[in-house]
């Protein structure tokens, strides 16, 4: 990820917490000194922050590089500002496999510091060992982000974000977690200079593992491994005429040896029938065939197979295995690269000269060995470009509907909720009139072409822009850096194939340069889609979705074969990634499941005959009905996870339904009134980790209530909202989400919706909660409620945690309740509701507040079970600094929008237990009252 990239993501797997209570200084403390070099001999000075050896393990050893030296105080370590370069590196032997890792130190900051607001102020990276000390290339690690430096990482904000009480000391605690995938026994840990103006200081670095069970029979995600056995794991790809294959990637092994693993390797022609070996570059076993020894070294092996150009080979098959059954264990690390030789890669071929496109195709020629005449035959016919699906167009068609408006009519675009904006008669491709990322990403993308082609007159001027663009974005120097994000590339390359149909005939010169556009976007979706390089993110799915439209539409390439196994290959192992054999997804934002069911949905019933459409929509038919199970009866989604604000999700999956032949499961409500149920629906599925319930009571209106407790940390950059849920009664949305999306919200505001001071959600101590699993912890029955249980570890292994949703059948009220448990030690929890806007909420009293929207009432009163109530406020639209957001949500037109956010807060001093009722009138509140306070809900809050 590049540093620009970097400015408008998330804090990561991060949270901030300030010191306890007993530190905090007073008023009249004197400032922190400034931080010094130790060659100053600064004078010695207290620390307001401590982390002791009950918070972990200190590391066994610390590197230092780039001028980074040790601090002057104990356990500190100075870091300067040489920006990326500039580290400490700690070690942790001797942890265990699959389990989550809780790290956390004291960051110190000069007084100065200009860029306290970045929210990549620093990054810490995290390499994961072997037991021998080998480093394993894990394609993903849950909590965390793949970055360029490290193996994966998370960013620290600056310390404008930490609690209020450290900025005048200058120094927080920083904590941050994430699952150490076994076989790793293992990691380091560095600390590195990134966005800082002035040094910084990193002390008492502190690791700690989970050492409470999650839950009888749960475990935590561990990942999928290829374990390899005598019989190969193949992995076949088709070639490129007289240019080589290159396979990258690592095996483990438990004990290394010369003989580790082993590769077969197989040649195929056009017909399919086996080329007999020798093969260059491996040796001929007669029981085996054609073979590549893999030795290691040590327990991680890092592999790199060039498989040599075979005369007549049209295909070529790699099996990993080992040499026998009694062989030590062996495993793939993860499916291996795929690349071209470097005379055919991207940056090779465009090399330091502004290529034009119709240039781009004679150097591909030269590196072919064709004649440059040959371009010409590359060029599709207008009718075959035409033919080829727009599957990315369709799945935002069936996003937004045919009744949407259409962007790119007469010049004219409406981006999102921006104002309409007209296209310059000549662009010169920087423009950015409302300061707005999404807005350039969708500028860049050049989707908005296609509409307008479709108008009477408007071929000529979409292909005129188009033409434009490509003369002004020469590849490596874009007007915009935008124009490279995934979101930009894919849309862009799926329109450049579309507006192939309408440059006229095949080799002319618009032709040319059109081609020679696809064919350079081509060869970036296939580095994406052969290295992997967006993991589970939808955006890997769709450059393999877009690479096969390329493919097709450009049958007389030579790379065509190639890229079409290569998108192949990346749509299934995707699929496995994101959704699997049990309609269960693997993101936690219900928006994004939905875009990427709407595009495996698309890319079904476009591949046709294509093997793999039939195990696409399995899938989705398995998914849908779970996702329309979640709408309220006004037609929309709990805003959890990532959401871009706006749309119709109702009548989004209703279109998505009927286009499989389906029908909408759950249906808006019907203004006539149902039937009024005895007992709602609750569903609730582990593998989805959402609970919805939905109630339509005659005189009273709707109502809903939906959680989610799916597993936090999918990546870096989620939503801190495990636990949290939406309520709405009497057709009032009364308990609301913070929502927000990383394409609008930057800065200070996507820090907010990212925390979970953002969301309904408690925490204990000032330990806002990090990454780390929930689970199903059980439900029962009660007299006129039904009450379910959910444990979580996310707030790290110092508490234990349980949340437990007491729901009135007809949705009328609810109770909201948390157990928190250290050990002996007292405990402290706050917790967070948030009311939607449009609603008046006031405190009656110290252990009271009432909403209240037209004539429709709802009471909050907290209650504690173990320990005492210690506090009840309000705040709304509080904004003192940029880690001080309190009482905001997206509504997705521009800044936040202020809300009410009720806090409570109940303190015990072995473990407190507690939290709030909400209940539409007194009867409901005191039938609530007595459920709360029954045994059977006092078992499920104590895990029994």
């Known amino acids: 990820m590049s540093q620009a990239d970097a400015s408008v993501i998330g804090p990561g797997t991060l949270t901030v917490s300030p010191a306890a209570p007993q530190c905090r200084q007073g008023p009249s403390a004197q400032p922190r000194p400034t931080i010094e070099p130790p060659n100053a001999r600064p004078a010695p000075r207290s620390r307001p922050f401590r982390l002791s050896d009950r918070d972990g393990q200190r590391p066994q050893a610390a590197r230092h590089a780039g001028g980074a030296t040790i601090g002057p105080g104990e356990d500190e370590h100075w870091i300067p500002e040489k920006n990326r370069f500039s580290r400490v590196v700690f070690g942790f032997p001797d942890l265990a496999g699959d389990a989550w890792c809780s790290l956390a130190f004291r960051l110190g900051w000069e007084a100065g510091e200009a860029a306290v607001s970045a929210l990549d102020f620093a990054l810490v990276g995290i390499d994961c060992l072997a037991p021998d000390g ?139 029938a086996v080329l007999a070996p020798p093969y260059p570059g491996t040796i001929s076993v007669p029981a085996l065939g054609a073979l590549i020894d893999l030795s290691a070294h040590q327990q991680a092996r890092r592999f790199t197979l060039e498989l040599a150009p075979v005369p007549g080979a049209d295909r070529v098959e790699v099996g990993f295995a080992t040499w026998e059954d009694a062989s030590p264990e062996a495993e793939l690390l993860a499916a291996p690269e795929i690349a071209l030789e470097d005379r055919l890669r991207l940056e090779s071929l465009c090399g330091d000269d502004p290529l034009e496109a119709p240039d781009f195709l004679a150097r591909l020629a030269e590196r072919l060995g064709l004649p440059a005449a040959a371009i010409a035959g590359w060029c599709p016919t207008p009718e075959a470009a035409a033919a080829i699906p727009q599957v990315l167009a369709t799945a935002r068609s069936l996003q ?120 350079r976007h081509g060869f970036a979706l296939a580095e994406i889609v052969g290295q992997n390089t967006f993991g589970r993110a939808l955006h890997q799915i769709q450059a393999a979705a877009v690479l096969m439209g390329v493919a097709r539409a450009l049958p007389r390439l030579p790379l065509s074969a190639h890229w079409l196994s290569l998108a192949r290959a990346g749509l299934r192992a995707g699929l496995e990634s994101q959704l699997d054999a049990e309609g269960r997804f693997s993101d936690p934002s219900l928006h994004q499941r939905l875009e990427c069911a709407t595009l495996l949905r698309v890319l079904a019933q476009s591949l046709d005959a294509d093997g793999l459409a039939p195990l696409l929509a399995a899938r989705v038919a398995k998914a849908l009905p779970g996702l329309a199970r979640l709408l309220d009866p006004g037609g929309r989604l709990p805003p959890f996870g990532d959401t871009p604000p706006g749309g119709d999700p109702a009548a989004w999956i209703g279109r998505l339904m009927a286009r499989s032949g389906s029908s909408l499961v759950a249906e808006r409500r019907d203004p006539r009134g149902r039937p009024e149920a005895r007992t709602p629906p609750l569903w609730s599925e582990s ?30 950059q989620a939503h801190r909202d495990c636990t949290s849920f939406v309520h709405a009664s009497e057709g009032v949305r009364w308990i609301v989400e913070s929502g927000g999306s990383g394409q609008i919200e930057t800065g200070a505001a996507r820090h907010h919706i990212l925390s979970a001071h953002g969301h309904n959600v408690a925490w204990p101590d000032g330990r806002e909660p990090g990454a780390g699993e929930a689970w199903a912890a059980g439900s029962i029955r009660l007299d006129g409620a039904q009450v379910r249980a959910i444990g979580t570890n996310v707030h790290g292994p110092d508490y234990g945690h349980i949340r437990v949703f007491v729901l009135l059948d007809d949705l009328s009220g609810l109770a909201v309740l948390d157990r928190f448990t250290a050990g002996d030690r007292p405990v402290t929890f706050e917790g967070l509701v948030h009311v939607g806007p449009e609603i008046v909420v006031a405190l009656a009293g110290p252990r009271r507040a009432v909403a209240q929207a037209a004539r ?89």
């Open 134 to 272: 080998s480093s394993l290339d894990f394609d993903h690690v849950p909590g965390l982000d793949r970055t360029l430096l490290d193996p994966h990482g998370t960013w620290i904000p600056g310390p404008a974000y930490l609690p209020a009480d450290a900025l005048p000391l200058r120094a927080g605690i920083i904590r941050l977690a994430f699952l150490l995938p076994a076989p790793a026994t293992g990691i380091t840990v560095t600390v590195r200079s990134w966005r800082n103006t002035r040094p910084f200081t990193v002390a008492q670095v502190r690791l700690a593992q989970m050492q409470q069970s999650l839950a009888p029979g749960h475990s935590p995600a561990a990942r999928m491994r290829r374990r390899l056995g005598p019989e190969p794991d193949w992995i076949g790809h088709a070639l490129v005429p007289g240019c080589g294959l290159v396979l990258r990637g690592q095996i483990f092994t438990a004990t290394p040896g010369a003989h580790a693993a082993l590769a077969r390797v197989v040649y195929r022609d056009a017909h399919g």
């Open 687 to 716: 593998g989805t980790g959402m609970i919805a319930a939905r109630s339509d009571a005659p005189g009273r209106g709707w109502s809903h209530f939906a959680c989610t407790f799916s597993s936090q940390g999918f990546s870096g």
């Open 400 to 519: 937004r509907g045919e009744g949407a408006p259409r962007t790119g009519l007469d010049r004219v675009l409406r981006f999102g909720s921006h104002p309409a904006w007209t296209v310059p008669e000549a662009p010169d491709w920087t423009e950015d009139p409302f300061r707005s990322v999404a807005w350039r990403i969708a500028y860049q993308g050049l989707g908005w072409l296609v509409p307008l082609a479709g108008t009477p007159g408007g071929a000529a001027t979409a292909l005129a822009l188009a033409l434009s663009w490509s003369r002004t974005n020469p590849w490596g120097s874009p007007a915009d850096g935008l124009a490279l994000h995934p979101s930009a590339l894919t849309v862009r390359t799926e329109a450049l194939v579309h507006l192939l149909g309408r440059a006229g005939k095949a080799g002319g010169a618009a032709s040319l340069v059109l081609t020679g556009e696809v064919v």
């Open 856 to 944: 429709a009432r709802l009471s909050l009163v907290p209650v504690a079970l173990t320990g005492r109530t210690a506090g009840l406020s309000l705040a709304i639209g509080c904004s003192e600094h940029p880690g001080a957001l309190r009482g905001f949500v997206s509504d997705g037109s521009g800044p936040l929008q202020p809300t009410s956010v009720l806090r409570y807060a109940i303190a015990g001093r072995d473990g407190a237990c507690g939290g709030l009722i909400l209940a539409a009138d007194a009867s409901g509140e005191a039938h609530l009252g007595r459920l709360v306070a029954s045994e059977a809900v006092a078992r499920l809050l104590a895990g029994t």
